[in-house]
């Protein structure tokens, strides 16, 4: 990390980040520890107790879960918005503030203690980094801040919870990996479809040989939700409570539109990767479980993705369609489709198709097949966020470790790189370089924006 990594309007340079963790710690005061009878035998040294950076649309489906483990306390969010309307439908109200009030009503109900605040709220991560008292973060923001965030935490001696995509370009995932193995963290790739029991015996039967030799692969990609403003969109006002520069963080100086953050953020290249890393991490990254998450395609070559008109706020692709091929010349072809999430393993001895509410085969029974006690197992999860509290007490990976979602992060970032550029990339998987394309290598990794850096 860059020694600098302080925020506009706030100097803290790293020596001074790190000798006042104590100082901020106890200007917060200590969190409101919950009782054992609460939570049954999870005394309160037994108690993890984690933080919420970003309090968005995706933090209404993890904050649940997290509630439901008696030996976890959510002590902190962290959000630039303080509370709004317009996240993935305007009914949405979220921020900080609407997120630590909707814990603090449940753990009021948990206690019997009706003036419970032991959740907190601010706007800065850091500040959530310097408390002794948080063990482990869960990064819920658009991904553009995922690597610096997650770099930092590490640094910071924090376990991380981070929502899949891992990251925004090739580049920041090889560096998440390289702090979170440095500083001995454990890392989840919040890609929780490694949590269904349904989804692990597909994975087993391909990687036993149910299908025989896999000949060919099909990943199915979600329809875009939302369009753009088209081009000649104006520039808005920054609404209040909303710290816009900050939201920015490492992106590109911008100004601001209401499609351009919250859900939005989604559909533009500066700060995610559309629904090839959103959706496509999920069907993509199941196909990488099933044949082994060192595995790599070695070429990508776009199929007829198509885009938005150009000058439109939004630009990445509106049609996926992309070819990726790996080195045993097994092809995998991953596009738009009204069914939004599946695969489908096409093997020399029958075809094997998963969605998210069924499992599909011919020969029929071959889905039913046992996979016996001496052959390849998968790890288990019954719930993402159960898996990595196990971890952070465990100190081993879980089912979706740094390596693997960086590497469903880089498939998914390569074949955007792919259909951008019209044409056919090779990657060497050793180096993680695009061999003989300058022009394809530089979009490998993005940079930063002052102050921010790794």
């Not at 920015?248 to 559909?267: E, I, N």
């Not at 559309?274 to 990508?300: C, K, R």
């Not at 390569?414 to 979009?443: S, Y």
Request: proline share 6%; net charge positive.
């Amino acid at each position: 990390m860059n020694k600098n990594i302080s925020r506009p309007g706030l100097s803290l340079h790293r020596r001074d980040f790190l000798r006042s963790t104590a100082a901020l710690a106890a200007a917060f005061g200590a969190p409101y520890i919950m009782p054992s009878s609460v939570f049954g035998n999870n005394s309160p040294s037994n108690r993890i107790n984690l933080a919420i950076i970003g309090c968005g649309n995706q933090s209404t489906v993890d904050i649940p879960e997290w509630l439901k483990n008696d030996d976890c306390q959510i002590v902190t969010v962290c959000d630039v918005n303080r509370a709004s309307h317009g996240y993935r439908d305007e009914k949405q109200f979220l921020g900080r503030e609407p997120q630590r009030d909707f814990i603090n009503k449940f753990y009021a109900k948990k206690t019997g203690n009706d003036s419970f605040k032991g959740c907190d709220a601010c706007i800065d991560f850091r500040e959530v980094l310097a408390r002794k008292d948080v063990d482990a973060v869960a990064i819920i923001t658009p991904d553009h801040w995922h690597a610096v965030m997650t770099i930092m935490a590490a640094e910071a001696g924090k376990d991380i919870y981070c929502q899949k995509p891992l990251s925004l370009t090739v580049r920041d995932g090889q560096e998440m990996i390289k702090a979170v193995r440095k500083h001995k963290r454990v890392l989840q790739c919040g890609s929780q479809w490694r949590s269904n029991a349904m989804m692990r015996h597909a994975c087993e039967l391909v990687r036993n040989g149910r299908l025989g030799k896999i000949k060919r692969i099909e990943t199915f990609v979600a329809l875009n939700n939302f369009t753009g403003p088209g081009p000649g969109w104006q520039p808005m006002p920054v609404p209040e409570g909303f710290d816009y520069n900050f939201w920015l963080g490492p992106a590109p100086q911008a100004p601001y539109h209401k499609d351009r953050c919250f859900y939005r953020f989604r559909f533009i290249f500066d700060y995610s990767g559309g629904q090839t890393t959103n959706f496509g991490h999920h069907s993509n990254g199941i196909v990488q479980w099933a044949l082994g998450d060192d595995a790599m395609p070695v070429e990508y070559e776009d199929t007829g993705a198509e885009f938005p008109p150009k000058g439109d706020l939004f630009n990445t692709p509106t049609k996926i369609s992309f070819r990726a091929r790996y080195a045993s010349g097994v092809e995998l072809d991953c596009h738009t489709d009204k069914r939004s999430f599946g695969v489908r393993f096409e093997g020399s001895d029958g075809w094997l198709e998963i969605s998210s509410r069924k499992l599909q085969s011919n020969p029929e029974s071959l889905k039913d097949s046992v996979i016996g006690e001496n052959e390849k197992h998968l790890g288990v999860s019954k719930n993402h966020q159960r898996n990595f509290l196990d971890c952070v007490k465990s100190r081993k990976d879980g089912v979706e470790p740094v390596e693997a979602g960086h590497r469903t992060s880089a498939l998914c970032h390569l074949g955007n790189i792919a259909m951008v550029l019209k044409r056919k990339i090779k990657l060497d998987p050793q180096t993680e370089q695009i061999v003989g394309d300058d022009e394809a290598n530089k979009m490998l990794s993005r940079p930063l924006r002052g102050p921010w850096h790794y």
